[in-house]
């Protein structure tokens, strides 16, 4: 049994949540309005997973003080922010605040299931085309990690910190398997990475790191890959 907490000041939105996690089959959902019940509830509730809203109580971005408390208390379980803000700044400031996973509050049901499936078995979610824009900001600084990184290379980083698997990412991009395993070899390389889950966690790190230095770049997109 998973138990849920979904924290957000909107009945409407506490209710869709609630309907769409028990056609899931969850069984144990505690709800909060308010960031102050929502933090005391998940210090007493032990949540499994959380669900958060960004914009309590009138606060545009109040949720991020929230995340960076239950992280602080809690740095294991998966928070999933829900939002109406879509602007990768915002994205990558929710992700350096401890978020696990991003998904866009006007996302139909099967695009929050498969957000809360993810971030519930630990792995990051972040829809692909706000990825996409959250790494191109990083591809604006002169210097860091990313700087360095191919198009290639930053593209499959991408979708790493969405949580997709190797088959996954071949098959979005239309590439070979050989080829997105090569390439991950590459970035582990590069960034100094040990294993699968520790270039991960650095991917989520580095797409989000220091977003407020940033700019993005027009909306474009990074090159394909190619065999």
Known sequence: M?????IDDHPIVLQGCRRVLQDAGVAEILE??????????????NPEVVIVDLALQGNRLGGLDLLRRMRRHNSRVP????????D???????LGAGATGYVL???????????????????????????VQVAMLGTRRN??????LSPRELQA???????????????????????VANTISQLKGKLGARNLPELIRMAVQFLSAEPGQHQLAGGRRPAALSD
């Open 2 to 6: 998973t138990r849920v907490l979904i």
């Open 32 to 45: 909060a309005s308010s960031a102050v019940t929502g933090y005391r509830i998940f210090r007493r509730g």
């Open 79 to 86: 928070i999933l922010v829900l939002s109406m803000h879509s």
């Open 88 to 94: 990768p700044f915002i994205v990558g400031r929710a």
């Open 105 to 131: 509050k006007e996302s139909g049901p099967a695009d929050f299931l498969e957000a809360f499936r993810t971030v519930r078995v630990g792995r990051p979610y972040l829809n692909h085309e706000i990825a």
């Open 143 to 148: 210097t860091g990690p990313l700087s360095e």
């Open 157 to 179: 980083l991408t979708l790493l910190a969405e949580g997709k698997p190797y088959n996954e990412i071949a098959r979005d991009l239309g590439v070979s398997y050989k080829t």
